[in-house]
Every structure is written in structure tokens, then in C-alpha cells.
């Protein structure tokens, strides 16, 4: 069994310790608080000032909480409103379109998961939360780089691996295909990551009418197809559940 790492452990003690009770502490109250030298508390206090996790008062040098913890924070507080607010949306999504539905976000290089409705069928279905999607060939992934400039700099600066022979993996022709999705609101992904599977999603905004992430429709190419396109009333449902969601999160009418 692999054992913890004790600085890890302490720096997350002091968090703790300075997330309740008095709103700054100096370092002896901290290094006695939590039974430790003041060199090591120090030394611990420093990284995590380094790292934006601790903030130093400059008259008093008593320590708080630092401005990064409140960025993780609303991070972790905009998916889980997302995921939130979607829910009933993506419920109705997966019955009347019969398909699976997935809503992502931007994660690191990739599109990261964070619900999955399975098709209301008898199938035999495996759960997808949590899994990554990359950013170049999935409908979820060319929404967020054509929406996100941050996911844009990703999907360009990173290789564009040929996951199938449809797959798009030239930079001129990527940028075509992103600016497409902008003008018609939706992206395709029609057996370029996966073969036999098709999909169709759109993005997801907030208040401040900022991509936040995307929801899509996948299936089997045969279901969500017809003669070789998307199905319109397919493209239609998830634009519509995207606009709800949006609005749910305060986006207004786009």
C-alpha cells in the first residue's frame, strides 16, 4: 500500500487551519496549531505562497488564503452548476432523440465528460463520465475550439492525431471546419473518431456569454444519419437543449 506524502498532507492541514477560525494566522499559530517547527511551517507557507494557494499581509505578516484556491474553487463550481442545470435537459435530450448524450468541458488537451445520459434502450451501455474526448476530431471537442480560444490554442498547438481515414488533421482545413461550426452554431463528427458512430453537439454558455462547455447527441451512424448527413431534427434538439441549459445559467437569449 503506497504511503502519503507528509508535506502534501501538512500543506493540506494548513489550508484547513487557515479556511476556519480567525482569517489570518501568523506563523507561530500555524507551526503550534498544527505541531510543527517553525521552519518547516515556514518553508511549507513559502511554496504555497509561491504558488498563489497562501497570501502574505504585508503589514502584519500573517497568512490567509490566496486568490488561486477562490479560481479552483469557482472551477470546480461552474461544472458542477453545469452539470446541475443540465440535467433535466439532457434526461429529455436521450428520450425523444433515443440517443446517448454526453456534456463536456475543456480539461487540460481534451474534452472531459462530466455527464452522460445513455440511450433509453435495453443496450448494454458503459457509463463515460470522466472519460477524455479529444479536441480535434469529436463533435464536443470542435465546439469548444471554435467557442474557446483557450481550447482553440490547444487544438492547433497540439498533434491532430488520424483516428480514422475521415479524420481532419490539417491545420487550414481544421480552422475551415471551426469557422463553419461558428457560423452554423454545431459541429459534426461523423466516423472521424470513432468508425460507425456519428454525433452532433453544441455549446453551452453563461452569464457572462462564455463557452462553458458543449452537449452532444452520438449514435451509430445508421440512427443519426440519413444518406450520409446529420439527421436536422437530431442538429435541432441539441441546439435547443444547449440554448435551455444556457439560459438555465443566465446566458439570456443568443
Same mark, same amino acid.
Given at each position: 500500500m503506497a504511503k502519503n506524502i507528509q508535506s502534501l498532507e501538512r500543506a493540506a492541514a494548513m489550508l484547513r487551519l487557515l479556511a476556519g477560525g480567525e482569517r489570518r494566522l501568523g506563523l507561530s499559530d500555524?507551526?503550534?496549531?498544527?505541531?510543527?517547527?517553525?521552519?518547516?511551517?515556514?518553508?511549507?507557507l513559502r511554496t504555497l505562497q509561491a504558488e498563489g494557494f497562501v497570501?502574505?499581509?504585508?503589514?502584519?505578516?500573517?497568512y490567509?488564503?490566496?486568490? *488561486?484556491?477562490?479560481? +479552483? %474553487?469557482?472551477?470546480y463550481l461552474d461544472v458542477h452548476e453545469l452539470r446541475a442545470r443540465a440535467l433535466v435537459w439532457t434526461d429529455d435530450l436521450?428520450?425523444?432523440?433515443? *440517443?446517448?448524450?454526453? +456534456? %463536456?468541458v475543456l480539461h487540460q488537451q481534451g474534452v472531459l465528460v462530466v455527464h452522460h445520459v445513455f440511450r433509453p434502450d435495453d443496450s448494454r451501455q458503459v457509463l463515460e463520465?470522466?472519460?477524455?474526448q479529444p479536441l480535434h476530431s469529436t463533435a464536443l471537442g470542435k465546439v469548444l475550439s471554435a467557442y474557446d480560444?483557450?481550447?482553440?490554442?490547444?487544438?492547433?498547438?497540439?498533434?491532430?492525431q488520424a483516428l480514422t481515414d475521415r479524420t481532419i488533421t490539417d491545420a487550414a482545413d481544421f480552422e475551415a471546419v471551426l469557422d463553419l461550426t461558428r457560423a452554423r452554431g454545431w459541429a459534426a463528427d461523423v466516423e472521424e473518431t470513432w468508425e460507425g458512430v456519428a454525433s452532433v453537439a453544441a455549446p453551452i454558455h453563461d452569464r457572462r456569454r462564455m463557452p462553458v462547455g458543449a452537449v452532444a447527441i452520438t449514435g451509430a451512424v445508421e440512427r443519426v444519419c440519413d444518406g450520409g448527413d446529420l439527421r436536422s431534427e437530431l442538429v435541432?434538439?441539441?441546439?435547443?437543449?444547449?440554448r435551455a441549459v444556457s439560459r438555465d445559467l443566465g446566458a439570456g437569449r443568443f
Open positions: 500555524i507551526a503550534s496549531s498544527l505541531g510543527l517547527a517553525k521552519g518547516t511551517a515556514h518553508g511549507i497570501e502574505q499581509d504585508g503589514a502584519s505578516g500573517r490567509q488564503l490566496g486568490a *488561486e484556491l477562490l479560481r +479552483l %474553487g469557482n472551477s436521450a428520450r425523444s432523440s433515443g *440517443e446517448s448524450v454526453h +456534456l %463536456g463520465v470522466g472519460a477524455m480560444p483557450v481550447a482553440h490554442s490547444e487544438a492547433m498547438e497540439t498533434e491532430r435541432a434538439a441539441v441546439r435547443d437543449c444547449a
